[in-house]
Protein backbone atom coordinates (compact mmCIF):
# COMPACT_ATOMS: atom_id res chain seq x y z
CA UNK A 1 0.00 0.00 0.00
CA UNK A 2 1.25 3.76 -0.43
CA UNK A 3 0.71 3.90 3.08
CA UNK A 4 1.78 0.59 5.55
CA UNK A 5 1.29 0.21 9.26
CA UNK A 6 3.04 -2.34 11.37
CA UNK A 7 1.46 -6.06 11.09
CA UNK A 8 1.33 -5.74 15.09
CA UNK A 9 -0.88 -2.35 14.92
CA UNK A 10 -2.96 -3.84 12.17
CA UNK A 11 -3.45 -6.86 14.44
CA UNK A 12 -4.33 -4.56 17.62
CA UNK A 13 -6.85 -2.48 14.93
CA UNK A 14 -8.35 -5.31 13.25
CA UNK A 15 -7.77 -8.00 15.60
CA UNK A 16 -10.38 -9.94 18.15
CA UNK A 17 -10.20 -6.97 20.30
CA UNK A 18 -11.56 -4.16 18.58
CA UNK A 19 -14.87 -3.49 16.22
CA UNK A 20 -12.59 -1.42 13.57
CA UNK A 21 -10.44 -2.62 10.07
CA UNK A 22 -7.56 -0.43 8.83
CA UNK A 23 -8.23 0.20 5.13
CA UNK A 24 -5.88 2.30 2.73
CA UNK A 25 -6.23 5.68 1.87
CA UNK A 26 -7.69 4.38 -1.84
CA UNK A 27 -9.99 2.52 -0.26
CA UNK A 28 -11.40 4.62 2.19
CA UNK A 29 -11.86 6.82 -0.86
CA UNK A 30 -13.52 4.33 -2.69
CA UNK A 31 -16.18 3.36 0.31
CA UNK A 32 -16.17 6.94 0.95
CA UNK A 33 -17.25 7.46 -3.21
CA UNK A 34 -19.70 4.64 -2.91
CA UNK A 35 -21.88 5.98 -0.42
CA UNK A 36 -25.18 5.02 1.50
CA UNK A 37 -26.48 2.44 -1.07
CA UNK A 38 -22.91 0.26 -0.48
CA UNK A 39 -23.66 0.64 3.30
CA UNK A 40 -26.98 -0.81 2.52
CA UNK A 41 -25.89 -3.77 0.60
CA UNK A 42 -23.13 -4.17 3.13
CA UNK A 43 -25.97 -4.30 6.59
CA UNK A 44 -28.49 -6.30 4.33
CA UNK A 45 -25.60 -9.15 3.43
CA UNK A 46 -23.25 -9.35 6.61
CA UNK A 47 -25.40 -8.41 8.86
CA UNK A 48 -22.94 -5.49 10.19
CA UNK A 49 -23.34 -2.04 10.24
CA UNK A 50 -20.07 0.13 9.14
CA UNK A 51 -19.01 3.51 9.76
CA UNK A 52 -16.04 5.40 8.10
CA UNK A 53 -13.93 7.55 10.37
CA UNK A 54 -10.87 9.33 8.99
CA UNK A 55 -8.37 9.04 11.06
CA UNK A 56 -5.02 10.58 9.48
CA UNK A 57 -2.98 9.69 12.15
CA UNK A 58 -1.86 6.69 10.88
CA UNK A 59 -0.10 7.90 8.05
CA UNK A 60 -3.26 7.75 5.13
CA UNK A 61 -4.92 4.91 6.95
CA UNK A 62 -8.75 5.23 7.84
CA UNK A 63 -10.68 2.96 9.91
CA UNK A 64 -14.05 1.30 9.31
CA UNK A 65 -15.78 0.47 12.90
CA UNK A 66 -18.29 -2.66 12.44
CA UNK A 67 -21.00 -3.14 14.56
CA UNK A 68 -23.93 -5.77 14.33
CA UNK A 69 -27.14 -4.36 12.86
CA UNK A 70 -29.93 -4.51 15.80
CA UNK A 71 -32.50 -6.78 15.09
CA UNK A 72 -30.40 -9.13 12.57
CA UNK A 73 -31.16 -13.22 13.24
CA UNK A 74 -28.11 -13.04 15.51
CA UNK A 75 -25.92 -11.47 17.91
CA UNK A 76 -22.22 -12.36 17.27
CA UNK A 77 -19.64 -12.08 20.02
CA UNK A 78 -16.03 -10.26 18.85
CA UNK A 79 -14.83 -13.52 18.76
CA UNK A 80 -17.24 -14.42 16.12
CA UNK A 81 -17.87 -10.97 14.62
CA UNK A 82 -13.59 -10.21 13.72
CA UNK A 83 -12.88 -13.08 11.13
CA UNK A 84 -16.48 -12.46 9.40
CA UNK A 85 -15.97 -8.07 9.56
CA UNK A 86 -12.42 -9.33 8.00
CA UNK A 87 -13.77 -11.65 5.23
CA UNK A 88 -16.87 -9.08 4.12
CA UNK A 89 -13.96 -6.28 3.62
CA UNK A 90 -11.45 -8.79 1.90
CA UNK A 91 -13.14 -8.08 -1.58
CA UNK A 92 -13.15 -4.28 -1.24
CA UNK A 93 -8.77 -4.40 -0.11
CA UNK A 94 -6.78 -3.28 -2.78
CA UNK A 95 -4.56 -5.92 -4.77
CA UNK A 96 -0.99 -4.86 -4.14
CA UNK A 97 1.46 -4.86 -7.14
CA UNK A 98 5.28 -4.93 -6.66
CA UNK A 99 6.00 -1.36 -7.56
CA UNK A 100 3.50 -0.48 -3.84
CA UNK A 101 0.49 0.78 -6.34
CA UNK A 102 -2.80 -0.67 -5.46
CA UNK A 103 -6.21 -0.90 -7.65
CA UNK A 104 -9.74 -0.96 -6.73
CA UNK A 105 -10.54 -3.43 -8.68
CA UNK A 106 -11.91 -6.49 -6.70
CA UNK A 107 -9.47 -9.49 -7.16
CA UNK A 108 -10.57 -12.32 -9.50
CA UNK A 109 -12.41 -14.75 -7.18
CA UNK A 110 -9.99 -17.85 -6.08
CA UNK A 111 -9.90 -20.89 -8.65
CA UNK A 112 -11.32 -23.92 -7.03
CA UNK A 113 -9.44 -26.33 -6.08
CA UNK A 114 -8.84 -29.40 -8.74
CA UNK A 115 -7.40 -32.95 -9.58
CA UNK A 116 -4.39 -33.35 -11.33
CA UNK A 117 -5.92 -34.97 -14.41
CA UNK A 118 -8.67 -31.84 -14.15
CA UNK A 119 -5.43 -29.05 -14.21
CA UNK A 120 -4.07 -30.89 -17.30
CA UNK A 121 -7.32 -31.24 -19.10
CA UNK A 122 -8.31 -27.04 -17.88
CA UNK A 123 -4.44 -26.62 -19.31
CA UNK A 124 -5.40 -28.35 -22.45
CA UNK A 125 -8.52 -26.31 -23.15
CA UNK A 126 -6.41 -22.99 -22.49
CA UNK A 127 -3.95 -24.12 -24.90
CA UNK A 128 -6.83 -24.84 -27.33
CA UNK A 129 -8.42 -21.33 -26.65
CA UNK A 130 -4.91 -19.16 -27.35
CA UNK A 131 -4.07 -21.20 -30.25
CA UNK A 132 -4.40 -19.32 -33.79
CA UNK A 133 -5.97 -21.39 -36.77
CA UNK A 134 -3.92 -21.63 -39.40
CA UNK A 135 -5.33 -22.64 -42.97
CA UNK A 136 -4.93 -26.44 -43.77
CA UNK A 137 -2.94 -27.56 -46.74
CA UNK A 138 -5.28 -30.76 -47.33
CA UNK A 139 -3.81 -33.75 -49.15
CA UNK A 140 -4.54 -34.69 -52.56
CA UNK A 141 -7.28 -37.31 -52.52
CA UNK A 142 -6.74 -40.85 -53.03
CA UNK A 143 -6.01 -41.98 -56.41
CA UNK A 144 -9.34 -43.76 -57.77
CA UNK A 145 -8.18 -47.24 -59.57
CA UNK A 146 -9.07 -45.80 -62.96
CA UNK A 147 -6.59 -43.09 -62.30
CA UNK A 148 -3.88 -45.62 -60.96
CA UNK A 149 -4.78 -47.44 -64.11
CA UNK A 150 -4.24 -44.18 -66.23
CA UNK A 151 -1.02 -43.17 -64.34
CA UNK A 152 0.10 -46.56 -64.98
CA UNK A 153 -0.02 -46.73 -68.37
CA UNK A 154 1.18 -43.15 -68.80
CA UNK A 155 4.76 -44.38 -66.50
CA UNK A 156 4.94 -47.62 -68.72
CA UNK A 157 5.22 -45.80 -72.09
CA UNK A 158 8.30 -44.26 -71.49
CA UNK A 159 11.62 -46.64 -71.79
CA UNK A 160 13.76 -46.22 -68.41
CA UNK A 161 16.82 -47.11 -70.94
CA UNK A 162 16.40 -44.24 -73.20
CA UNK A 163 13.98 -42.17 -70.75
CA UNK A 164 12.02 -41.73 -74.05
CA UNK A 165 8.58 -42.89 -76.10
CA UNK A 166 8.51 -46.79 -76.05
CA UNK A 167 9.18 -47.92 -79.86
CA UNK A 168 8.14 -51.11 -80.19
CA UNK A 169 7.14 -51.78 -76.54
CA UNK A 170 8.72 -55.18 -75.15
CA UNK A 171 7.42 -56.36 -71.76
CA UNK A 172 9.78 -58.90 -70.15
CA UNK A 173 7.54 -61.90 -68.66
CA UNK A 174 8.53 -62.31 -65.49
CA UNK A 175 8.62 -58.78 -64.01
CA UNK A 176 6.77 -57.19 -65.82
CA UNK A 177 9.07 -53.88 -67.16
CA UNK A 178 8.93 -53.37 -70.46
CA UNK A 179 11.53 -51.16 -72.65
CA UNK A 180 12.16 -50.20 -76.39
CA UNK A 181 12.97 -53.46 -78.34
CA UNK A 182 16.03 -52.44 -79.56
CA UNK A 183 16.81 -50.77 -76.17
CA UNK A 184 16.38 -53.78 -74.37
CA UNK A 185 18.19 -56.16 -76.73
CA UNK A 186 21.55 -53.98 -76.57
CA UNK A 187 20.84 -53.89 -73.10
CA UNK A 188 20.55 -57.84 -73.13
CA UNK A 189 23.84 -58.02 -74.70
CA UNK A 190 25.48 -56.72 -71.89
CA UNK A 191 23.81 -59.17 -69.45
CA UNK A 192 20.79 -60.97 -69.64
CA UNK A 193 18.98 -59.06 -67.20
CA UNK A 194 16.01 -56.42 -66.73
CA UNK A 195 17.58 -53.64 -66.36
CA UNK A 196 15.31 -52.09 -63.23
CA UNK A 197 15.08 -54.80 -60.59
CA UNK A 198 18.40 -57.12 -62.67
CA UNK A 199 16.40 -60.46 -62.73
CA UNK A 200 18.15 -62.88 -65.06
CA UNK A 201 16.97 -63.68 -67.76
CA UNK A 202 18.30 -67.48 -69.45
CA UNK A 203 21.15 -68.35 -68.90
CA UNK A 204 23.92 -65.27 -68.37
CA UNK A 205 27.45 -66.30 -70.17
CA UNK A 206 30.51 -64.29 -69.23
CA UNK A 207 33.86 -63.53 -71.20
CA UNK A 208 36.04 -65.65 -68.84
CA UNK A 209 38.72 -67.37 -70.65
CA UNK A 210 37.62 -70.25 -72.44
CA UNK A 211 40.81 -72.86 -71.03
CA UNK A 212 41.50 -72.32 -67.27
CA UNK A 213 40.26 -75.29 -64.87
CA UNK A 214 38.29 -75.35 -61.96
CA UNK A 215 40.12 -77.82 -59.31
CA UNK A 216 38.75 -79.06 -55.75
CA UNK A 217 41.12 -80.50 -52.34
CA UNK A 218 39.26 -80.84 -49.41
CA UNK A 219 41.32 -80.66 -45.88
CA UNK A 220 39.48 -82.26 -43.11
CA UNK A 221 41.93 -81.06 -40.42
CA UNK A 222 42.48 -77.21 -41.93
CA UNK A 223 39.43 -75.20 -39.85
CA UNK A 224 38.79 -72.07 -40.71
CA UNK A 225 38.44 -68.79 -37.76
CA UNK A 226 34.81 -69.15 -37.44
CA UNK A 227 33.58 -72.29 -38.66
CA UNK A 228 35.62 -74.60 -36.35
CA UNK A 229 34.60 -78.12 -36.23
CA UNK A 230 33.99 -78.15 -40.49
CA UNK A 231 37.22 -78.93 -42.97
CA UNK A 232 38.11 -76.69 -45.38
CA UNK A 233 37.63 -76.66 -49.34
CA UNK A 234 40.44 -75.17 -51.03
CA UNK A 235 39.18 -74.09 -54.63
CA UNK A 236 42.02 -73.62 -57.50
CA UNK A 237 41.67 -71.46 -60.54
CA UNK A 238 44.18 -71.71 -63.30
CA UNK A 239 44.21 -70.35 -66.45
CA UNK A 240 47.46 -70.34 -69.15
CA UNK A 241 48.48 -67.54 -70.79
CA UNK A 242 46.44 -66.91 -74.18
CA UNK A 243 45.28 -64.11 -77.12
CA UNK A 244 42.10 -62.06 -76.51
CA UNK A 245 39.12 -63.06 -78.25
CA UNK A 246 36.74 -61.02 -79.74
CA UNK A 247 33.80 -60.86 -76.72
CA UNK A 248 37.08 -59.11 -74.53
CA UNK A 249 38.09 -55.13 -74.59
CA UNK A 250 41.14 -56.26 -76.34
CA UNK A 251 40.83 -58.53 -78.96
CA UNK A 252 44.60 -60.26 -80.68
CA UNK A 253 46.15 -58.93 -77.37
CA UNK A 254 47.72 -61.38 -74.99
CA UNK A 255 47.39 -61.67 -71.47
CA UNK A 256 49.23 -64.05 -68.61
CA UNK A 257 48.05 -66.73 -66.94
CA UNK A 258 47.14 -66.88 -63.62
CA UNK A 259 46.83 -69.21 -60.16
CA UNK A 260 44.30 -68.32 -57.72
CA UNK A 261 43.16 -70.61 -54.40
CA UNK A 262 40.16 -69.46 -52.37
CA UNK A 263 38.77 -71.22 -49.29
CA UNK A 264 35.22 -72.22 -48.37
CA UNK A 265 34.69 -73.86 -44.74
CA UNK A 266 33.51 -77.98 -45.59
CA UNK A 267 30.09 -77.26 -44.15
CA UNK A 268 26.65 -77.60 -45.42
CA UNK A 269 26.51 -73.70 -46.55
CA UNK A 270 29.87 -73.89 -47.68
CA UNK A 271 29.27 -77.07 -49.96
CA UNK A 272 26.12 -75.22 -50.92
CA UNK A 273 28.15 -72.09 -52.20
CA UNK A 274 30.57 -74.44 -53.66
CA UNK A 275 28.24 -75.93 -56.04
CA UNK A 276 27.10 -72.15 -57.27
CA UNK A 277 30.50 -70.99 -57.79
CA UNK A 278 30.88 -74.20 -59.96
CA UNK A 279 28.31 -73.41 -61.88
CA UNK A 280 28.99 -69.85 -62.42
CA UNK A 281 32.19 -71.05 -63.71
CA UNK A 282 30.62 -73.44 -66.39
CA UNK A 283 29.27 -70.06 -67.20
CA UNK A 284 32.13 -68.53 -67.44
CA UNK A 285 31.14 -65.56 -64.72
CA UNK A 286 33.93 -65.96 -62.12
CA UNK A 287 36.65 -63.98 -64.19
CA UNK A 288 36.85 -61.65 -66.91
CA UNK A 289 40.09 -59.75 -68.43
CA UNK A 290 40.35 -56.24 -67.36
CA UNK A 291 42.67 -54.03 -65.06
CA UNK A 292 43.62 -55.66 -62.57
CA UNK A 293 42.21 -52.92 -58.97
CA UNK A 294 45.35 -54.66 -57.22
CA UNK A 295 48.34 -54.25 -59.08
CA UNK A 296 46.75 -51.75 -61.95
CA UNK A 297 48.22 -53.91 -64.78
CA UNK A 298 45.81 -54.08 -67.93
CA UNK A 299 45.11 -56.97 -70.07
CA UNK A 300 45.71 -59.35 -67.67
CA UNK A 301 42.66 -62.06 -65.94
CA UNK A 302 41.11 -60.42 -62.85
CA UNK A 303 38.07 -61.52 -60.75
CA UNK A 304 34.41 -60.21 -61.91
CA UNK A 305 32.05 -59.09 -59.32
CA UNK A 306 31.95 -62.18 -57.34
CA UNK A 307 33.74 -62.31 -53.96
CA UNK A 308 36.17 -65.42 -53.01
CA UNK A 309 38.22 -65.80 -49.24
CA UNK A 310 41.80 -66.07 -50.77
CA UNK A 311 43.30 -66.09 -47.56
CA UNK A 312 42.57 -68.17 -44.25
CA UNK A 313 43.24 -65.97 -41.43
CA UNK A 314 43.11 -61.79 -41.00
CA UNK A 315 39.81 -61.17 -41.41
CA UNK A 316 37.62 -59.28 -44.37
CA UNK A 317 40.42 -56.44 -44.70
CA UNK A 318 42.51 -59.74 -45.83
CA UNK A 319 40.08 -61.36 -47.75
CA UNK A 320 40.00 -64.07 -45.53
CA UNK A 321 38.26 -65.54 -41.97
CA UNK A 322 36.13 -64.91 -39.43
CA UNK A 323 33.68 -63.03 -41.78
CA UNK A 324 29.83 -63.81 -40.61
CA UNK A 325 28.39 -62.66 -43.45
CA UNK A 326 30.73 -63.62 -46.19
CA UNK A 327 28.60 -66.77 -46.97
CA UNK A 328 25.50 -64.69 -47.40
CA UNK A 329 26.92 -61.83 -49.59
CA UNK A 330 28.46 -64.11 -51.96
CA UNK A 331 25.04 -65.89 -52.01
CA UNK A 332 23.77 -62.77 -53.13
CA UNK A 333 26.30 -62.07 -56.14
CA UNK A 334 25.66 -65.30 -57.58
CA UNK A 335 22.00 -64.77 -56.96
CA UNK A 336 22.41 -61.67 -58.97
CA UNK A 337 23.99 -63.26 -62.07
CA UNK A 338 21.29 -66.11 -61.90
CA UNK A 339 23.18 -68.79 -59.72
CA UNK A 340 21.15 -70.31 -57.57
CA UNK A 341 21.23 -72.98 -55.04
CA UNK A 342 18.24 -74.85 -56.80
Not at 54 to 80: F, N
Amino acid sequence: MGSQVSSDEMSVRAGQGSDEVLVSQAVWDYLAAAGRPWLVDFEDKQGLSADIIRRGEHGGCCAVRLSPVEGSSREMTKQEAAPKRKRSLLPCMTAMEPDGEGTLLPPPPPHPRRSQRQQQKYRKNADMDTCVVLPMQHEPAARTGAELAIGHEEESTVCSICMGEMVEKTTLDKCGHSFCRSCLEQAFQVKKACPVCRLVYGQLIGNQPANGTMMVERDPDLELPGHEGYGCICIIYSFPPGLQAQEHSNPGVRYPGTDRVAYLPDSPEGNRVFRMLRRAFEQRLIFTIGTSMTTGMHNVITWNDIHHKTSIWGGPRCFGYPDPTYLVRVTEELREKGITAD
